[in-house]
């Protein structure tokens, strides 16, 4: 299983997600993501983008804990 982070799209905050999964694919963790904002796949990618979550770039900090 692999981490993946939700990161809102087109913002200078893309270092630091907002929110962290834990899932087998990067589609499974959309799939997880949009259903917890009650937003299509569609209206979700228009908004946000996921990406895995590696050693090198885990950060115990996200922009819900400040």
């Given amino acids: 299983m692999a981490k993946y982070g939700m990161y809102t799209k087109g913002t200078n905050e893309t270092n630091q997600h907002i ?3 834990e899932v087998n ?3 499974e963790a959309e799939a ?3 259903g917890r904002k009650s ?3 569609v209206q979700f990618h228009n908004m946000f ?3 895995e979550i590696t050693k090198g770039n ?3 900090k996200n922009l ?3």
């Fill in 25 to 27: 694919t990067k589609h």
């Fill in 39 to 41: 937003l299509t796949l």
């Fill in 19 to 21: 929110s962290l999964v």
């Fill in 58 to 60: 885990t950060n115990s």
């Fill in 49 to 51: 983008i996921v990406k």
């Fill in 64 to 66: 819900l804990l400040g």
């Fill in 32 to 34: 997880y993501f949009a």
